[in-house]
């Protein structure tokens, strides 16, 4: 029988205690289970594997979620930005110019973490595939108990 690569067993002595800590982990572009590893080894296409723990991160359904994660934060950073860009002296083509940079900015640096947190928040909460779930794993090695 093929052996769940989900279902390995933890590869290190500090697994994330929270959901936070795992959606941390992710957001850092780490692999939320052990943290040991990157998770993103190019800038949004997550690892099939983690070479540390085995985790098989392909199971994941992000879509775009990320994106607007990132608009939302973005376009919450940008209000009081645009507020005080728009009240300085400068011409208008130059508050243009550094309204866009910094909304680009913003939002293409924001995708990756957020892609991260949100693929944590699946693995974590056992959806898509992701079964059992963070949570569920955690609990099991807290109890001790590990189903066959």
């Not at 697994?15 to 590893?37: D, E, F, I, N, Q």
């Not at 997550?46 to 359904?61: F, K, N, R, V, Y």
């Not at 994660?69 to 009240?87: D, F, L, Y």
């Not at 130059?94 to 973490?113: E, G, K, N, Y």
Request: aromatic share 6%; proline share 9%; glycine share 10%.
């Amino acid at each position: 029988m093929k052996k769940d690569l989900a279902m390995t067993p933890w590869s290190n002595s500090n697994p994330p205690a929270t959901l936070s800590a795992a959606m941390l982990r992710g957001a850092r572009g780490l692999c939320p289970r052990c943290g040991a590893k990157h998770l993103f080894p190019r800038y949004l296409k997550p690892s099939a594997l983690c070479p540390g723990c085995g985790q098989d991160w392909t199971l994941h359904q992000a879509d775009d979620f990320p994106p607007y994660v990132s608009i939302i934060v973005t376009g919450h950073v940008m209000a009081p930005v645009m507020i005080a860009i728009g009240s300085s002296e400068l011409p208008l083509w130059q508050m243009i110019t550094l309204s866009v940079t910094i909304a680009l900015v913003l939002l293409i640096s924001l995708l990756q973490p957020a892609k991260g947190g949100i693929i944590a928040l699946q693995w974590w909460m056992g959806m898509h595939g992701f079964k059992p779930g963070g949570r569920t794993e955690l609990a099991e090695r807290l109890s001790g108990s590990r189903p066959d």
